[in-house]
T-cell receptor, first 115, second 113 residues
Framework: ETGVTQTPRHLVMGMTNKKSLKCEQH?????MYWYKQSAKKPLELMFV???????ENNSVPSRFSPECPNSSHLFLHLHTLQPEDSALYLC??????????????FGPGTRLTVT | GENVEQHPSTLSVQEGDSAVIKCTYS??????FPWYKQELGKRPQLIID?????GEKKDQRIAVTLNKTAKHFSLHITETQPEDSAVYFC????????????FGKGTTLSVSS
C-alpha cells in the first residue's frame, strides 16, 4: 500500500481504556506528525518527529503519548482520555532537510470517540 | 509561537466567479506557506505552496500571493467549479518548529451552479 496509512479508522473507547493509534508511511520520508482535527480547533499540531526524535510537543496533555520506533512508523498511545478528546486524529509525513519545509502528506485519520 | 489567522470562515460563490481567501501570520521567520484542500470525509491535500523568496505562484486556476512585509498571503481561485467546494486551510512553517506547520482555522468554500 502506498502513501500514509492509519489504523484503526474508527475507535470508540471509554475514559478508563488504553488504546493505540498506528500510522505508517511508505514514502521514504524522515519526518512524521500527529494532528488533532475537531470542530473547534481544526488541524491542531500535537507532535513532530524528525529523524525519529521528537522535536515538537505542542503542550499536549500527558494522556497522549507518542512513539516513533523508526522513520516509517508512528504511534499515539492513549490512556484515561476525556470526552473532549473525541476528534479526528490525522497523521502526516514529509521529507525534511534542515531549515526547509516540504509538502506534508496526510493519512485518512482515525475518528476517535471517547464515551 | 506562530499564529495563523484565516478569513473568511465561510465563502459562497456562483460557479464561474472568483474566490479569495486571506491569511496572516505572526512569525516573520516563517518561510513556507502551503494551502491544503479538504473535501468532506477526506484527508487534507496540498493544492499549492509558496516560499518566502517568491511573491506569487500560479497553477492553472489557482494562485497564491505573499506579502512578507505585511505578513499575509492569499489564495485565489478563478473560474470556480462545484468540485472546488471544500474546506481550505492555509499554513505557515516557523523555523523554530522545524518542519511543522501551523494551520489557520479553515475556510468552507461553497460553489453553487
Amino acid at each position: 500500500e502506498t502513501g500514509v496509512t492509519q489504523t484503526p479508522r474508527h475507535l470508540v473507547m471509554g475514559m478508563t481504556n488504553k488504546k493505540s493509534l498506528k500510522c505508517e508511511q511508505h514514502l521514504g520520508h524522515n519526518a512524521m506528525y500527529w494532528y488533532k482535527q475537531s470542530a473547534k480547533k481544526p488541524l491542531e499540531l500535537m507532535f513532530v518527529y524528525s529523524l525519529e526524535e521528537r522535536v515538537e510537543n505542542n503542550s499536549v496533555p500527558s494522556r497522549f503519548s507518542p512513539e516513533c520506533p523508526n522513520s516509517s512508523h508512528l504511534f499515539l498511545h492513549l490512556h484515561t482520555l476525556q470526552p473532549e478528546d473525541s476528534a479526528l486524529y490525522l497523521c502526516a509525513s514529509s521529507h525534511q532537510v534542515q531549515g526547509r519545509s516540504y509538502e506534508q502528506y496526510f493519512g485518512p485519520g482515525t475518528r476517535l470517540t471517547v464515551t | 509561537g506562530e499564529n495563523v489567522e484565516q478569513h473568511p470562515s465561510t465563502l459562497s460563490v456562483q460557479e464561474g466567479d472568483s474566490a479569495v481567501i486571506k491569511c496572516t501570520y505572526s512569525d516573520s521567520a516563517s518561510n513556507y506557506f502551503p494551502w491544503y484542500k479538504q473535501e468532506l470525509g477526506k484527508r487534507p491535500q496540498l493544492i499549492i505552496d509558496i516560499r518566502s523568496n517568491v511573491g506569487e505562484k500560479k497553477d492553472q486556476r489557482i494562485a497564491v500571493t505573499l506579502n512578507k512585509t505585511a505578513k499575509h498571503f492569499s489564495l485565489h481561485i478563478t473560474e470556480t467549479q462545484p468540485e472546488d467546494s471544500a474546506v481550505y486551510f492555509c499554513a505557515a512553517s516557523p523555523l523554530q518548529a522545524g518542519t511543522a506547520l501551523i494551520f489557520g482555522k479553515g475556510t468552507t468554500l461553497s460553489v453553487s451552479s
